[in-house]
């Protein structure tokens, strides 16, 4: 019940939230600086209100600690996922707010962003090193213990979900409504596992995407900026290391995973022979440029994030009961 109760409530905040701290933005004249190699169509978003992400991770958090103290009260892990959740939202925004004083669509150096993340991730990491187990399954067929070699397996999931949830943050509505999906699915998964306290602190943060799409669908009053992309990310990599269904992320977040894939082939194959495999990555511009229409593109990545995350939660109920 507390599951659905945060996730109203967080809904509930976010839409409420969203009136002020857009109003607060355009006062303030906090805009997004578009990347310059982006499609030409996007330059017409210069100046649209940025860091939105806050209206996604306060409510999150208000809403999931009232739940949680309903509940059974608050336990370390969604403690510490909420922190992590946090201190990645601190991270984001940071980036943005040097994007706003710059005048520029760069923040914070690539190499120390990375170091940053890698440090936050830590947390999660270490938690589950001495608090649960180092070994991973690989979707109930089998299960190997990587010892004290696990934490950097951790940080590694934890930083590239961050990052793969930033790269598909590119158009009006598609890294909150995919993330919505993703989250829907943790928070099931934990429940299945008896991970009550997860599921809340998930639920949550899916009531808030699904508030914040009000302000950021198409056309965009509002983006969520590395403020929110960062954070949801983030969360969603540490909520599967720490309710260890750490593979499973593969299929919950297969749009990230795409769209990450997406621009590693893209770069590799530019560097090796000249040549690009996409019209422009992440691959939600390659469609773009294909003529699909934005909304197109984020519906049909929508559809896809909504059977993915469908498919990951019927295949990880079925699986552990057939062996």
Not at 49 to 59: M, Q, R
Request: charged share 10%; hydrophobic share 55%; net charge positive.
């Amino acid at each position: 019940m507390f599951i659905y109760v945060a996730g109203l409530i967080a809904l509930i905040l976010s839409l409420l939230a969203g009136v002020p701290y857009l109003d607060y933005l355009k006062r303030k004249l906090y805009g997004q600086y578009i990347r310059e190699d982006g499609p030409q169509s996007h330059s017409a978003k210069t100046g649209t209100p940025t860091t939105g992400g806050i209206i996604i991770v306060i409510p999150a958090i208000i809403a999931a600690i009232l739940a949680l103290t309903m509940d059974r009260g608050m336990g370390l892990s969604p403690l510490l996922l909420l922190l992590t959740f946090v201190l990645y939202m601190g991270l984001g925004f940071n980036d943005d707010y040097l994007k706003i004083v710059k005048k520029h669509n760069k923040g914070i150096s690539a190499r120390r962003k990375l170091l940053f993340q890698a440090a936050i991730a830590l947390i999660p990491a270490l938690y589950v090193t001495f608090y649960s187990n180092t070994a991973i399954s690989f979707f109930g067929l089998a299960e190997f213990d990587f010892g004290y070699i696990y934490p950097l397996i951790a940080i590694f999931i934890v930083v590239g979900t961050s990052n793969a949830v930033n790269l598909t943050d590119g158009l009006d509505g598609l890294a909150a409504g995919t993330s919505f999906f993703a989250f829907i699915a943790c928070a099931v998964i934990s429940y299945f596992q008896g991970m009550t306290g997860l599921a809340i602190v998930c639920a949550a943060i899916a009531g808030s995407c699904l508030g914040f799409l009000r302000y950021n669908k198409n056309p965009a009053r509002m983006f969520m900026g590395d403020t929110g992309s960062i954070a949801l990310g983030g969360a969603l990599g540490a909520v599967a290391v720490m309710g260890k269904f750490e593979l499973w992320l593969v299929i919950i977040g297969m749009v990230f995973v795409i769209e990450t894939l997406s621009v590693i082939i893209q770069v590799i194959s530019f560097k090796s022979t000249g040549k690009r495999v996409f019209k422009m990555s992440p691959i939600h511009h390659h469609f773009e440029l294909s003529g699909w229409s934005e909304p197109k593109v984020v519906y049909m990545f929508w559809l896809a994030g909504f059977v993915f995350a469908l498919l990951s939660v019927i295949l990880f109920y079925m699986i552990p009961m057939s062996f």
